[in-house]
Nanobody
Framework: VQLVESGGGLVQPGGSLRLSCAASGFTFSIYVAGWYRQAPGKQRELVATITGDLKTNYDDSVKGRFTISRDNAKNTVYLEMNSLRPEDTAAYYC??????????WGQGTQVTVSS
């Protein structure tokens, strides 16, 4: 199992970023995928999830600003982030919760929102 996140960076408040997570080593399309984030000194938190049949769910803090999607043909899950705020600053990770895949994590991608 390999998870590789990318797309993070430094962005001004109100800006946008699109994160990607390329997955390999398992049958990607049948598992719920999630994006998590961890800010310095805080616990890792779940931001959004998407099922294999594209049902989505979001934490209230990102609802209306972030969009999770997946391309099962490319084994990739995305997180489109708009109207970014300083409090969105964190390392972002993808994961496949509630399955045997849940112990596997990638290296994460850093998102910094600052003027």
């Amino acid at each position: 199992v390999q998870l590789v996140e990318s797309g993070g960076g430094l962005v001004q408040p109100g800006g946008s970023l699109r994160l990607s997570c390329a997955a390999s080593g398992f049958t990607f399309s049948i598992y719920v995928a999630g994006w998590y984030r961890q800010a310095p000194g805080k616990q890792r938190e779940l931001v959004a999830t998407i099922t294999g049949d594209l049902k989505t769910n979001y934490d209230d803090s990102v609802k209306g600003r972030f969009t999770i999607s997946r391309d099962n043909a490319k084994n990739t899950v995305y997180l489109e982030m708009n109207s970014l705020r300083p409090e969105d600053t964190a390392a972002y990770y993808c994961n496949f919760p509630h399955s045997y895949l849940s112990p596997y994590w990638g290296q994460g991608t850093q998102v910094t929102v600052s003027s």
